[in-house]
């Protein structure tokens, strides 16, 4: 389920984002969705590797991603990393 969000961001970066919309030719939205979430799946990458590593615990990753357990069991099965 996508959900709307407001956030404001520094200038330059605005005009990063832009330069990139054109570059690509996409929307300013379509980039700046990108990019948040490649940050989202970078965060995950992270704190998988802390947790295989002991870290940290199956409850912080969740509680960090904003997740309940169920919710992180998906999400890691969804993208193949092993508990």
Same mark, same amino acid.
């Given at each position: 389920m996508a959900v709307e969000i407001a956030v404001p961001v520094d200038e330059k970066v605005s005009k990063y984002v832009q330069a990139l919309a054109e570059a690509e030719r996409k929307s300013y939205s +379509?980039?700046? =969705?990108?990019l948040l979430e490649e940050g989202y799946k970078r965060e995950i990458e992270k704190l998988h590797?802390? @947790?295989?590593?002991?870290?940290?615990? &199956? =409850? =912080?990753?969740? *509680? *960090? $991603?904003? &997740?309940? @357990? =169920?919710? $992180? @069991?998906? $999400? $890691?099965? +969804?993208?193949? &990393?092993?508990l």
């Open positions: +379509d980039v700046a =969705r990108a590797a802390s @947790y295989s590593r002991g870290e940290i615990t &199956l =409850r =912080r990753m969740a *509680r *960090r $991603l904003g &997740l309940n @357990y =169920r919710e $992180l @069991y998906q $999400l $890691l099965a +969804d993208k193949g &990393l092993p």
